[in-house]
């Protein structure tokens, strides 16, 4: 028998801890390496209190992507230079013994 067949169905799960129930899209496969039934589950939302509805946790679309706008580096739009340590330190006694302007 070559032929897969495939079982969907929506499972609800209450998470213990906060009491917000789940909805889940199960589907069931055979592992022939186990020789068992299996099932793989992917969120589909959260099951709403009052209403019993299946209020989606997030959007589930694909980015688009604009063919116009290439990925790769950012370019600094700000600069900034901040002095610590011994370099700092170095800094300051060049200014008071007169090395800085020497070396100038």
Known sequence: MTEESYMASVVYQTN????I???YESIAYWDKKK???RAKRKCIG???PQTQQIVPTR???LPVVS???KR???PITRAKRSFYGATYLF?????ETGVTEDLK
């Open 16 to 19: 213990k801890k906060t009491g």
């Open 21 to 23: 129930a789940y909805a």
């Open 35 to 37: 020789k068992q039934s």
């Open 46 to 48: 959260k099951v709403d």
């Open 59 to 61: 959007k589930r679309q």
């Open 67 to 69: 063919q116009n706008h």
């Open 72 to 74: 790769g580096p950012v």
């Open 91 to 95: 800094d300051r006694i060049g200014e």
